[in-house]
């Protein structure tokens, strides 16, 4: 067929088919050849490792070296205002590392010292302050998980399966667990007025990337943070000082940080109506569609992931999350969505965090049409490709959170697809 | 709804019960000392549930429950950052221009992304056409078929725009590009004046094409059913493969073929060849730290030029082999008239000429297209090409 595997894909199967072959004959045959790496002493058990401070702050070992964040170049104009993707189908539990956690920027990442780091709190307050880094440090702070996904993930599937990868139809997202301080203290510092329905936040780069937000969300939840996972903030995701706005659109997650206004109205910015609103099938379109409503995906088996082990037992795995509340079940198809079965959440859902699934199948080797459903405590179900279609048409980039199906192959591959 | 949530009240008390019972228990392990200074005032302060306090101050419009951290923003510097204009154009500054005057600095800030008439060029954004494509499959959305308001356009050219020289255009510039970008919209005559006066009089075609987020009238109630479980479908049949597209980049990562050797699973992950120069660190080569700084500087030029490996041209032609190249030499790219006649006129890319274009770039080469403002310092232009100098055509 003329859409046929790449060559390397081609040489996966034959290499399965093998695999899967030695696997039964080894099986039958016990005791056949012993396996060097156990009756032969290894290099690595005999002679000695590196020394501690060999690396004094540790990338992964070279054998991991595609896990790595991917863009797809025809997406943007160039890489610096631009979009990548985190290696999810790679990635297992829910907290992403930082340094392979996707990147979005408008006018490219900057670097800002934290001694030139300046927040102007400012507008509909009392008296207008400007805090340092220093300053930030001193104020009671909090430790939360939360994911950020950006609003346009999945945006190239609107249309249909175009993207071959769970990195790169799922991937612009990450789970991290912040310190900060609640906005809501840094407005009473400054003395917000209470009569004021808006923020507008803005970053220290080019870009400015500003954005209206109102005050009951501010106030709520809002989190300004300097740490994700424990250390600083990596200079790609707002260092040293970020927006979090969970369950909220990534956009609004102001990276370098450096002026919140307390307003009556919103600003009407850019990234609030030519960018980040969502036109329906008459043209008219949605504004301030803000909160990232519940999705799942299945991370492996994928297309990045195949399944290269052959029938027996198999371990079916992903994500689900909500950006109004916390996931309560996820159940996964096998067949397209005829039949679901629920799956196993690693951890009770938690508000605006992601959630690992697991099913464990034994697999006969039979071709799956794999999808995963999530659900969250407001009682939303996770729609299909089709359903958001009917409601918002096709021209929609953002928001969408249908149902996403894998068609694993008997060989193990498995590819992008869509189904009735 | 009231905007302050009182979700911490309860939690606070536990908090500052047990960092006394610490500070106690602490007390009872150590040799006596002279009394202490009661802190517990001092405590319970720094343990306060902020929310609740902050919140209840906010609302009492006190100062109460304060921690007195940060100073007082100077009147210049909420000026220097609080530019946002609003849709009735509050924040616009005085000033003024028009399409006339817009022309030629749309020409020479704006066109080498958006094009000479607002088109547009690759995938840069386009900002004029479109109109009525809203709801066709492919909708065209500029400033003219999509932008609600026109402040957006204004704060926006004023703040991030020239991409890569942000905010060093003035005022009157900014009015005149907007009014260009108007024009190219069919939005207002070439000779309208753009001005805080006349701001409003300018109508956005589809300022009232947008509606407030409605997915909870429209979506939730539709999609909050339990789901069913079992035999939801008659058939299912495939209708649509990714692989049939083919636009999944090559390098996705996916297991190299089983069986063969691990060389050759390593080269198949190989990220490829990096983008490092090859620094030569032998002796009369460049100056390590020198092109180091210089890779810094040029993060300034990156929107535009590339170099290393695979270097193409984008908006500014690839860099690779510039020093000692012949001006405007690049194949395939699409020289300004300033310095295809630098070129005629046998002008070298050399330390000497490449000072002196870095340093005022519309002063050396009057026309060109390179919307760069130039570098200031000696140190960074030197630092410039000599990173430049390490990339060989």
Known sequence: MSDGPKTSRRAFLRGTAAAAAGAAAAGAAQGAEPDPLITEVQDWATGLGDGVDAVPYGLPIEYEADVIRRNVEWLTADTISSINFTPIHALDGTITPQGCAFERHHSGAIELRKEDYRLMINGLVETPLIFTYDDLLRFPRENHVYFCECAANSGMEWAGAQLNGAQFTHGMIHNMEYTGVPLRTLLAEAGASPDAGWIYVEGADASSNGRSIPMDKALDDVFVAFKANGEALRKEHGYPVRLVVPGWEGNLWVKWLRRVEVMDRPVESREETSKYTDTLADGTSRKWTWAMDAKSVVTSPSPQAPITHGPGPLVITGLAWSGRGAITRVDVSLDGGANWIQARLAQPGQKMALSRFYLEIDWDGSEMLLQARAMDDTGYVQPTKDQLREVRGLNSIYHNNGIQTWWVRETGEAENVEVS | ?393
């Open chain 2, 1 to 393: 709804m009231s905007k302050f949530p009182k979700l911490f009240a309860a939690a606070a008390i536990p908090a500052g019960v047990v960092l006394l019972a610490a500070y106690n228990f602490a007390d009872r392990m150590v040799t006596p000392l002279p009394p202490l200074p009661d802190r517990s005032e001092a405590i319970a302060r720094y343990t306060a549930p902020p929310p609740t306090q902050m919140m209840a101050a906010v609302a009492a419009g006190g100062a109460m429950g304060r921690y007195g951290l940060g100073r007082p923003a100077l009147p210049e510097e909420i000026a220097a950052w609080d530019v946002d204009v609003a849709p009735d154009g509050t924040g616009l500054p005085p000033g003024q221009g028009n399409a006339l005057t817009g022309e030629p600095l749309f020409e020479d800030n704006c066109a080498v992304c958006h094009g000479s008439f607002a088109e547009g060029v690759d995938n840069w954004p386009k900002l004029a056409g479109g109109g009525g494509t809203l709801a066709d499959d492919d909708p065209l959305k500029t400033v003219g078929s999509y932008w609600p308001y026109l402040s957006t356009v204004w704060d926006y050219v004023h703040r991030s725009m020239p991409f890569g020289a942000a905010q060093s255009l003035s005022d009157d510039e900014v009015y005149a590009i907007v009014a260009y970008i108007l024009y190219s919209n069919d939005l207002i005559e070439d000779d309208f004046i753009l001005s805080q006066e006349t701001f409003l009089e300018v109508d956005m075609p589809n300022a009232g094409g947008f509606i407030v987020d409605d997915r909870a009238e429209t979506e939730y109630a539709a999609w909050s059913a339990e789901p069913c479980m079992e035999n939801c479908k008659d058939s299912v049949e495939i209708t649509m493969r990714a692989r049939v597209l083919d636009v999944t980049p090559e390098d996705d990562g996916a297991p190299a073929p089983i069986g063969e050797d691990h060389a050759a699973m390593t080269s198949a992950t190989d990220p490829g060849p990096a983008d490092e120069p090859a620094a030569d660190a032998a002796a009369g080569g460049p100056d390590p730290e020198l092109v180091a700084d210089g890779e810094k500087v040029f993060r300034k030029c990156k929107a535009c030029h590339q170099v290393g490996d695979g270097a193409q041209n984008r908006s500014g032609p690839h860099l690779n082999g510039v020093i000692g190249r012949a001006v405007a030499a690049v194949e395939g790219f699409r020289y300004s008239g300033a310095l295809t006649a630098l070129a005629e006129a046998g002008a070298v890319w050399d330390d000497e000429t490449l000072a002196a274009f870095l340093t005022d770039p519309k002063g050396y080469a009057k026309g060109t297209r390179m919307s760069f403002k130039g570098l200031d310092k000696a140190d960074d232009r030197d630092a410039v090409a000599a990173y430049l100098a390490t990339f060989a055509e």
